[in-house]
């Protein structure tokens, strides 16, 4: 079965903004791990709280220009109810932001890798598979 992305919010930051650490150049990992999905057919998943979360930080049409540029590889989660209640459980328990625990929500539930260099995940790696881009390399 090909591979299945749920892409944190940095990752598609780093992606536009071909974004830099002090060690790494994050914008090519996560160029890198872009074209790999592409080329293998795999597919990543977002949500409409990655698009909300990327609100935060570009308008509308760069969104859409940052979503159209991978829509061949785009896979829709649908959010419902259920994950908001299961997020916010979760995120009491393990004491990490309800944003967070509802990516993890929607990665599991889509069968998906959570991609992401977001510390709080690792409250979550019991629950999911979770990796950074260039581990996926």
């Known amino acids: 079965m090909a591979g299945r992305y749920y892409i944190d919010t940095a990752i598609w930051r780093d992606l536009h903004e071909n974004r830099k650490d002090r060690h790494k150049h994050l914008g090519e990992f996560a160029f890198e791990l872009f ?24 308008d509308r049409q760069t969104i859409d220009r940052l ?20 997020a916010a459980a979760l995120s009491k328990e393990l004491n990490i932001p309800f944003g967070d625990a509802l990516h993890g929500i929607l990665a599991k539930n889509n069968n998906s890798i959570m991609v992401t260099r977001d510390r709080h995940f690792k409250k979550l790696s019991n629950k999911i598979v979770v990796k950074k881009p260039e581990d996926l390399l």
Do not use: G
């Not at 074209?35 to 570009?58: C, G, M, P, Q, T």
């Open 67 to 86: 979503f159209r540029s991978a829509a061949e590889f785009l896979e829709k989660a649908e959010t419902n109810e259920k994950h908001v209640k299961e």
């Open 35 to 58: 074209k790999k999905i592409r080329a293998n057919k795999e597919k990543i998943i977002y949500s409409d709280f990655i698009v909300e979360e990327l609100s935060h930080a570009y």
